[in-house]
């Protein structure tokens, strides 16, 4: 099953050539950006709150520290 993204949809649009060559042919760049690893981070704290809310274990103040940490070394 091919999965379609937004991202994918987007890039598509823009280019053609440029979606073959990234999602085909996985020519992506090995850059890190900060909007990437801001992306990648929120991501995870996100992901560790709907973990907490299935297990029924909110910890805010465990969150709040990861937030403040990964904030910080951002």
């Given amino acids: 099953m091919t ?3 937004y991202s994918g949809l987007s890039t598509y649009k823009q280019c053609p050539r440029k979606y ?6 996985g020519c992506r760049s090995s850059e890190s950006t900060l909007a990437l690893e801001l992306g990648h981070f929120l991501h995870e ?3 560790d709150k709907i973990n ?3 297990e029924n274990k909110i910890e805010n ?3 709040k520290d990861k937030l403040s940490v990964g904030i ?3």
Avoid: A, C, P
């Fill in 52 to 54: 907490m809310i299935i």
């Fill in 61 to 63: 103040d465990k969150l």
């Fill in 20 to 25: 073959n060559f990234i999602y085909n042919k």
């Fill in 72 to 74: 910080k070394e951002l």
């Fill in 3 to 5: 999965r379609i993204s």
């Fill in 45 to 47: 704290v996100l992901e």
